[in-house]
């Protein structure tokens, strides 16, 4: 889903992994045509297949993720 819509951004309500994936797209002059673009632009620069099931950020400058807990711990180094 891709959303302007903070409420959306409540991880403790949309938790990484309880969705298939989430990217909010937070720009400082939101209007469709800037929406448009920044999508059109996320999506030929970042490999978002890999986006599935994460809460994804996006600005004007950057793009970051929350993964899913489950997916976080298994990529830990063994100790």
Do not use: Y
């Amino acid at each position: 889903m891709i959303t302007q819509d903070l409420d959306l951004s409540d991880v403790r309500l949309f938790a990484p992994g309880s969705h298939e994936g989430v990217l909010l797209v937070r720009l400082q002059s939101p209007s469709r045509r800037n929406l448009s673009e920044r999508v059109e632009e996320i999506f030929q620069q970042e490999n978002v297949e890999d986006w599935a099931g994460r809460f994804v950020v996006a600005t004007e400058r950057k793009v970051r993720f929350r993964r899913p807990p489950n997916e976080a711990s298994s990529l830990s180094p063994p100790g």
